[in-house]
């Protein structure tokens, strides 16, 4: 399954204040699998940047006044997360932003599959922080380079915690053909394959004999 991880940053917090966005970044994943492509982009709000935004994610108004207008990249970015899964922590706030945008130039909202991992991880850990940095500590994931939120960074990041919240530790490889047989498990809202390999007995014993030659200790004497 192809699926977005998705953020935003921007002026300031609410659509209903005339807050824009700043920043968007997108990470896709292949069955849980980061892929080479991305989207990503700096704008151009129209709008002052808070006094409290600045201190999120540090971008000046000098700096985002060269950058593109939402308008400039809308089509890109429709089309790179087009028909796919939507990965967002915190989603009533991103789509809320997204939607404004789009609705200023006339398009329609965006009506992708979303997955909000900030419900997931209240759902399984009720009254804990479930802020990103949180999350991340919980998992022993690093990071050390989040100095302040920005969109590519906080998607690597956020990619990671959802494999864990999803319980799903290591990423999904294709090792199977699709006729062979899948279980489907649920978890929560989500759903994924557990796809099941069965070796054969001499690939059994060709990797018996692999540990015998190569194990420090010999567990087969």
């Known amino acids: ?20 966005i700043v920043e968007i970044g997108c990470i ?7 892929t080479k492509k991305k989207f990503h982009s700096y704008l151009n709000p ?9 201190e999120i994610h540090g971008y000046t108004d000098e700096f985002l006044a060269n950058k593109k207008k939402f308008i400039q990249v809308v089509d890109e ?6 028909g796919k899964r939507l990965i967002i922590h915190n989603a009533e706030f991103d789509l809320s932003h997204l939607n404004n945008e789009l609705a200023l130039i006339g398009k329609n909202k965006i009506e992708n599959e979303v997955v909000d991992t900030l419900i997931l ?3 399984k850990f009720p009254g804990s922080l479930i802020n990103l940095d949180s999350l991340c500590k919980r998992y022993r994931i690093d990071n050390s380079k989040r100095v ?19 319980d799903q530790k290591e990423p999904t490889l294709d090792f199977v053909n699709q006729d062979e047989k899948k279980e489907i498990i649920e978890k929560g809202k989500i759903y994924y394959f557990k796809k099941v390999v069965k070796i054969s007995d001499e690939e059994k014993k060709s990797h018996k004999e692999y540990l015998k030659k190569t194990l420090k200790k010999n567990y087969f004497n």
């Open 46 to 54: 129209e709008k002052k940047v808070s006094e409290k935004a600045f």
């Open 148 to 166: 302040n939120h920005t969109a590519l960074i906080d998607c690597d990041l956020l990619a990671k915690v959802y494999i864990n919240l999803i």
């Open 77 to 82: 970015f429709l089309e790179f997360i087009r």
């Open 28 to 34: 896709e994943l292949e069955n849980l699998i980061p």
């Open 121 to 123: 991880a209240r759902n």
């Open 1 to 20: 399954m192809t699926e977005i991880v998705l953020d935003t940053e921007t002026t300031g917090i609410s659509v209903k204040e005339g807050h824009r």
